[in-house]
T-cell receptor
């Protein structure tokens, strides 16, 4: 596609459930990032992939959060045992890694009841 | 560690007036600085970036920003506001160019008064 695609755009779940959020980056972009944006805040870094490997996962808040990018393209952010505090917009971005520019998707809004 | 402070969570200007959105940064090493814009129901989009080449940086849609090391600032300006500029603006800092692990400010929502 022309831009970064994220699905679902909205997800409502109950506390304790498992959630997967998908990101399809711009074709040819080797770098992929996940950010989280809580209400009234700027995006907060979670994890960064270069190819298939997680180059930096220092932003993941705890071990309930995990992300994969098995073939170096699509990525999935996985959240286990969701908590109300996980409610936020999860943003995915991709880049060529040499221009300093991130291309963002529209985000997946997660609401944990 | 680096950080960004955006003064004013909401700014309103009249159409045709000067736009000034403030950003101050903190970094222990020379920073790379960015302004991103988020229009309603769209993803964040890069407006402009400072990468140590020139201190005055021009971006899209008539916006520009000046890097002032002595003031640790990177304020965003536009001489004449247009209704289409209404959006949320985020300043961000990175210390590794090419690795876009950005630290964002809390954002400034710009409203244009007709």
């Amino acid at each position: 596609g022309a831009g970064v695609s994220q699905t679902p755009s909205n997800k409502v779940t109950e506390k304790g459930k498992y959630v997967e959020l998908r990101c399809d980056p711009i074709s040819g972009h080797t770098a992929l990032y996940w950010y989280r944006q809580s209400l009234g805040q700027g995006p907060e870094f979670l994890i960064y992939f270069q190819g298939t490997g997680a180059a930096d996962d220092s932003g993941l808040p705890n071990d309930r959060f995990f992300a994969v990018r098995p073939e170096g393209s699509v990525s999935t952010l996985k959240i286990q045992r969701t908590e109300r505090g996980d409610s936020a917009v999860y943003l995915c971005a991709s880049s060529l890694g040499v221009t300093g520019e991130l291309f963002f998707g529209e985000g997946s809004r997660l609401t944990v009841l | 560690a680096q950080s960004v402070t955006q003064l004013g969570s909401h700014v309103s200007v009249s159409e045709g007036a000067l736009v000034l959105l403030r950003c101050n940064y903190s970094s222990s090493v020379p920073p790379y600085l960015f302004w991103y814009v988020q229009y309603p129901n769209q993803g964040l989009q890069l407006l402009l970036k400072y990468t140590s080449a020139a201190t005055l940086v021009k971006g899209i849609n008539g916006f520009e920003a000046e890097f002032k090391k002595s003031e640790t600032s990177f304020h965003l300006t536009k001489p004449s506001a247009h209704m289409s500029d209404a959006a949320e603006y985020f300043c961000a800092v990175s210390v590794n160019f090419g690795n876009e692990k950005l630290t964002f400010g809390t954002g400034t929502r710009l409203t244009i008064i007709p």
